[in-house]
């Protein structure tokens, strides 16, 4: 796709805002209340540790879905742009499901459906532009771990 720095530049910045908004879904988060009451492994990461890690890895899923974006367009990367949106989406479900309606089994199951999406979007990409892929490898191991996590915390809440 043949565009101006400009118009990259503000494609990149639209990206990010974008990826960012799924941490909208946050304000169902609180470190007080059911959660804290809640069995949860002693492997339990801090609190503190999902904001940055979240920071770096929408980050990461702009940059890859504006690599693949450079490459066409929506024009020519419909298929891998739209895995990217469902993934998208069904990370930004987890956090209601999960922290808002406290349905732990349903937020496993969601986090599982998210990570086959993530692995579709990730080898989609890859094939396009196999930097695009590769900054969504640290994604796909953070959610493998966030997967374990909401599958054991189900598991010693049920």
Do not use: D
């Not at 946050?26 to 009451?37: E, I, K």
């Not at 949860?40 to 940055?52: H, I, Q, R, V, Y």
């Not at 349905?103 to 599982?112: C, N, Q």
């Amino acid at each position: 796709m043949h565009s101006s720095r400009s118009s990259r530049i503000k494609a990149l910045c639209g990206w990010l805002v974008f990826c960012f908004t799924a941490s909208l879904t946050a304000v169902f988060v609180s470190t007080r209340g059911w959660y804290t009451l809640i069995h949860k492994p002693t492997w339990n990461p801090p609190a503190w540790l999902f904001g940055p890690v979240w920071t770096l890895l929408y980050v990461m899923m702009a940059i890859a879905a504006w690599l693949i974006w450079c490459e066409g367009g929506w024009n020519k990367q419909a298929k891998a742009l739209r895995l990217f949106l469902v993934q998208w989406g069904l990370n930004a479900l987890w956090t209601p499901l999960f922290f808002g309606l406290h349905m732990l089994g349903v937020a496993f199951t969601e986090i599982t459906v998210l990570w086959i999406a993530i692995i579709f979007t990730l080898i989609s990409f890859y094939k396009v532009r196999p930097l695009a892929g590769v900054l969504l490898v640290p994604y796909l191991l953070w959610v493998s771990f966030a997967g374990t996590l909401s599958g054991t915390i189900w598991w010693l809440n049920h």
